[in-house]
């Protein structure tokens, strides 16, 4: 039955609902902070080697590195969603991110679709980067359907990963 697929409908019934399902606020906020620690494990010692503060306080960075950054991020939840269907954050808190359309795993060009919109945001916000960052990631608290911003540009549902391969049968 997973070649059915999840409707919209079905998604927003097992919220309204409380469905257990369905991974809830704090573990998609759990499993982003502990994707950004890991990412930013890897940048801070970068950041620390390229930055200039010769004329300010503030660090400046050169752009190879700011670009370096994006991509490590774009690589990362890439790769991840597309070939595991979970960051290592996800991971740990046991949820999984799945298609609209087949109830399974997500596509390469779905898992683009979820990280276009940040990487916009770091190359447009620079500063603003991290308030930006709260309203992409953490729309889904402001969903009837805990859907998030990239869940409906990229047609996909965050679910606990035990619900990943019956996600169909349980919500229909």
């Known amino acids: 039955m997973a070649d059915e697929g999840l409707s919209a409908d079905d998604v927003e019934s097992a919220a309204n609902a409380g469905h257990e399902l369905l991974a809830s606020i704090g573990q998609r906020i759990g499993a982003r902070l502990a994707d950004w620690f890991l990412l930013l494990a890897v940048w801070l010692p970068v950041a620390a ?3 200039d503060t010769s004329t300010s306080d503030t660090p400046d960075y050169p752009w190879w590195a700011l670009a370096g950054w994006a991509g490590l991020v774009a690589v990362y939840e890439i790769l991840f969603i597309a070939m595991r269907g979970q960051t290592p954050g996800k991971m740990l808190l046991g949820i999984e ?6 109830g399974t795993r997500v596509t390469v060009l779905q898992s683009v679709a979820r990280v276009v919109p940040v990487i916009v945001a770091m190359a447009v916000l620079v500063v603003f980067f991290p308030i930006a960052m709260v309203f992409i990631y ?3 608290a402001f969903m009837s359907d805990n859907r998030g911003v990239l869940d409906r540009l990229a047609n996909t549902a ?8 019956v996600i169909t049968n349980a919500l229909g």
Do not use: D, E, P, W
């Open 49 to 51: 080697l390229t930055a």
């Open 158 to 165: 965050v679910v606990q990963k035990s619900a990943g391969g």
């Open 97 to 102: 991110i799945v298609s609209m359309r087949a």
């Open 138 to 140: 953490f729309s889904a």
